[in-house]
């Protein structure tokens, strides 16, 4: 489960994310939350912020209002133009950017 490389491509969870932490985040924080991404390298730095946190699990990806992709095993197969949403479970994150970050 820890293990990038082991996860199927029709995974539904990340390798840090399973059943038992969804269930108990859930519990703890039943919030949906969403980041707004500007391109692909933010996408992927606000991802991985997300995946290491223990207090929230990416979910989807927003794409219009009305239309949402579930996160396969290898977010980088996400076409990313700048106006979508990663939508998560759990505490709201102050998430920076990754051109933030980087100052």
């Known amino acids: 489960m820890r293990d990038p490389k082991l996860n199927s491509e029709q995974a539904l969870f990340s390798h840090t994310d399973d059943y038992i932490k ?5 519990r703890k924080h039943p919030e949906i939350n969403e ?3 500007k391109d ?3 996408f992927l730095h606000q991802l991985s912020t997300l995946n290491a ?3 929230s699990v990416p979910l989807f ?3 219009l209002a009305n239309d949402i992709q579930i996160l ?3 977010p980088t197969q996400i076409s990313i133009s700048g ?8 505490q ?4 920076l950017s990754s051109e933030a970050s980087q100052d």
């Open 22 to 26: 969804l269930v108990n985040l859930a």
């Open 53 to 55: 946190s223990e207090n």
């Open 61 to 63: 990806v927003k794409i």
């Open 83 to 90: 106006n979508e949403k990663i939508v998560y479970l759990g």
């Open 40 to 42: 692909t390298n933010d």
């Open 72 to 74: 396969p095993a290898d």
């Open 92 to 95: 709201k994150l102050n998430v």
């Open 35 to 37: 980041l707004t991404v």
